[in-house]
Nanobody, 120 residues
Framework: QVQLVETGGGLVQPGGSLRLSCAASGSIFSIYAMGWYRQAPGKQRELVASITSGATTNYADSVKGRFTITRDNAKNTVNLQMNNLEPEDTAVYYC??????????????WGQGTQVTVSS
């Protein structure tokens, strides 16, 4: 059993900052890529940022230069620092991790989601 627990969402004014964190726990053999997705009302879920176990990062064009993804492999955590937030960033943010629980079992796991609202 693997769980991803997200923290750090909330309400912030345009131009403000928030930091999201996600901790993976349970019967983890290895964690590969981790990332953050978001889904705004009426829109499809989209990739915001991802990071490999070797710390190679990938960002959506809309967040480049504003968001930074990091991970701590020892603690099985991934963080998303969001700066200069815009109303268009309003969405439910989901943590995602590619995790193996045994040498042969590997799945993509999702957190429960955390709401980020950017509004004045």
């Amino acid at each position: 059993q693997v769980q991803l627990v997200e923290t750090g969402g909330g309400l912030v004014q345009p131009g403000g900052s928030l930091r999201l964190s996600c901790a993976a726990s349970g019967s983890i053999f290895s964690i590969y890529a981790m990332g953050w997705y978001r889904q705004a009302p009426g829109k499809q879920r989209e990739l915001v940022a991802s990071i490999t176990s070797g710390a190679t990062t990938n960002y959506a064009d809309s967040v480049k230069g504003r968001f930074t993804i990091t991970r701590d492999n020892a603690k099985n955590t991934v963080n998303l620092q969001m700066n200069n937030l815009e109303p268009e960033d309003t969405a439910v943010y989901y943590c995602n991790a590619d995790i193996s629980t045994t040498i042969t079992r590997r799945y993509a796991y999702w957190g429960q989601g955390t709401q980020v609202t950017v509004s004045s």
